[in-house]
């Protein structure tokens, strides 16, 4: 691949290539971090092809409240914590319901092609303790707080929400439009990354650094250093 | 390879080094000195005050765009070219 004349796109193949690498990086060096696992895409009947489909899936994911730096903490379903730095919700006199004063949030996440945009796609969805589904703007409440400005007010980065490709729910996602422009600039200076095989396996580490920081996942330097200077 | 010559556990400081790409503005002071042990967020607030903006898309070398809540020494040890930090950025157009 030629990263000078590189228009910031993947093709499916390479995606599924990439997402191979980006599952085994995230393993070896986000260990504490619960695995983003394939998942193979579900048969349509009467689609000619049957390529290789499927899409890198995190799910029940419990962010807690960011804390006044930056970021969310990513665990599994644990007790949730009993001191957080955010304000209270405000209570909501007509239906008391329970005495706890935080209401934890279970996420999935989903990283799926886009074969329109041919570039990678987030798509979430958030719910209660009791299984509703989450509003978006119950959603930005729980992303970092440098977050929902640069949602707001960046073109690259804003939430749609539409039919998940694979499920017939609706689901949120990170809009694609910007993506291969960003994608082509974090590659500009790297003309050592030029060699193609090296360039796909970190196309989702590099892709994931962007769009993790908007919902406060963290890539650690591990990931990225793994490859061979 | 970065060139550490103090030992790790001294506080040092940084030498950032920003770089303006696509259709940033090249800033007058684009190198400074950071302690080492402050976070990402710094530089990255440092250019949203230097450009007049409240969304800056920032990356480094490896095709990384830093968390901010990244240590400025952990990113020069791991990234640094002759002794510097280089950054750059672009702005990621707002909306209207």
Known sequence: MDVSSWDGTLS??????AAQAFEEKWKISNSASPPWL???????????????DGFLSMENICLLRPSEDNGAEVSRLEEEKTSLSEKEEAIDDATLVHSNHHEVHYYDFHI???ASYRVPVLYFRGYDSDGLPLQLNEIEKDLPACSAKVLLESKWTFITQEEHPYFNRPWYKLHPCGTSEWMKLLFLDEAVLAES????????VSWFSVVGQVIG???PIEMVNGRIN | MASVTESPSSVRKVIVQLKATADAPI????KFKIPGTDKFAKVIDFLRRQLH???VFVYINSAFSPNPDELVIDLFN?????GKLLVNYACSMAWG
């Open chain 1, 12 to 17: 499916l193949n390479e995606f599924s290539l």
């Open chain 1, 38 to 52: 394939w998942v193979n895409a579900p048969i349509r009947p009467f689609v000619a092809s049957q390529k290789v």
């Open chain 1, 112 to 114: 799926v092609y886009s």
């Open chain 1, 197 to 204: 095989k090296v360039a796909i396996e970190l196309h989702l």
């Open chain 1, 217 to 219: 996942l963290r890539v």
């Open chain 2, 27 to 30: 800033l007058k002071q684009n």
């Open chain 2, 53 to 55: 903006r409240e969304t």
């Open chain 2, 78 to 82: 791991n990234f640094g070219v002759d």
